[in-house]
Nanobody
Framework: QVRLVESGGGLVQAGGSLRLSCLAS????????MGWYRQAPGNQRELVAS?????????NYADSVKGRFTISRDNAKNTVYLQMNSLKPEDTAVYYC???????????WGQGTRVTVSS
C-alpha cells in the first residue's frame, strides 16, 4: 500500500503562485509515475501533470497549464511538487496527488488539497 499526503493549497490572487507537495509513504517501489489531477465543481477530474519516477523523469502536462506549471520530484524525500505560476481563476479546483502503477493497476490517490484563485 502507498499513502499520499498533499499540502500547499490555499487562496491566491490571479497571477500569483503556489507550490503543492505530495509526500509518499509505503511501498513506493510499486509506483512508476506520480502526478497531479484536479477537479473543479461540476467538472470531471483531469490530469494536470505527471512525472516518471524511474530514470529520466519524463514529464507530461495538460495543454491548459503548459508554461505555467512545473512538476518535479525528489526521490530521496519521496516527494513530488507542483509549482504553479501565473495562476488563473479557472485553475480553482481540488488538486489530487496520484501514484500511478504499471499494468493497468488502480492508482493510489491522496485526499486532495484545495486551490482557490480569486480574480
Amino acid at each position: 500500500q502507498v499513502r499520499l499526503v498533499e499540502s500547499g493549497g490555499g487562496l491566491v490572487q490571479a497571477g500569483g503562485s503556489l507550490r503543492l507537495s505530495c509526500l509518499a509513504s509505503g511501498i513506493i517501489s510499486s509506483i512508476n509515475a506520480m502526478g497531479w489531477y484536479r477537479q473543479a465543481p461540476g467538472n470531471q477530474r483531469e490530469l494536470v501533470a505527471s512525472i516518471a519516477i524511474t530514470m529520466g523523469g519524463s514529464t507530461n502536462y495538460a495543454d491548459s497549464v503548459k508554461g505555467r506549471f512545473t512538476i518535479s520530484r525528489d526521490n530521496a524525500k519521496n516527494t513530488v511538487y507542483l509549482q504553479m505560476n501565473s495562476l488563473k481563476p479557472e485553475d480553482t479546483a481540488v488538486y489530487y496527488c496520484v501514484g500511478l502503477r504499471p499494468y493497468s493497476q488502480s492508482p493510489y490517490w491522496g485526499q486532495g488539497t484545495r486551490v482557490t484563485v480569486s480574480s
